[in-house]
């Protein structure tokens, strides 16, 4: 299949009949060409294999702080075992590679978390919304100034830290 922005092959197993395909895209640099790379990208996602895509998304993106569990015991648990005895180069192996793993884990949450937020803004964003006002109120309450160093004493005196400010 050969779309304006993309180009998918199919592929069969002669033995197991097994198929599955890929899809190279790229997007357009004209502006008023975006419109069609749109449309081109939901027709080519309605061709996916949907249930594999959900498994790998779950696989890849699910249950991840139950994975980062996982990897934290297997780091406590070595750690414990070091205490005792010297570790082998394979328990170094697996408790670096846990160790790496917490962090691509943690750095993929913290992803999430920025990308959710960017689709809540697109979605709401500065419209007249509840969201907007949640979110401008969040921000009020933490642009201020609790305390100051004054002389040498913390204040929290709103009038002397105004006087400061």
Do not use: C
């Not at 959900?54 to 297997?74: C, P, V």
């Not at 846990?98 to 689709?119: D, Y």
Request: glycine residues 4%.
């Amino acid at each position: 299949m050969e779309g304006s922005f993309s180009l998918t092959v199919h592929f069969t197993n002669k033995l197991d009949r097994f198929s599955w395909s890929l899809s190279g895209i790229y997007g357009p640099n004209v502006p008023h060409h975006r419109q069609d790379f749109w449309q081109e990208l939901i027709d080519l996602h309605g061709h996916a294999n949907n249930a594999w895509i959900q498994t790998w998304k779950y696989e890849e993106f699910g249950r991840l702080d139950t994975k980062i569990q996982d990897f934290l015991s297997t780091i406590t648990e070595l750690d414990s075992l070091e205490e005792n005895q010297d570790l082998s180069s394979q328990e170094i192996l697996k408790r670096a590679e846990a160790k790496i793993e917490v962090e691509r884990l943690h750095i993929m949450i913290r992803i999430k978390w920025q990308q959710r937020a960017k689709i809540d803004w697109r979605k709401s964003g500065d419209k007249n919304t509840p969201f907007f006002h949640m979110t401008a109120s969040s921000r009020k309450r933490t642009n201020h100034i609790e305390q100051l160093l004054i002389e040498d004493r913390f204040s929290s005196d709103r009038e002397v830290i105004k006087k400061h400010y």
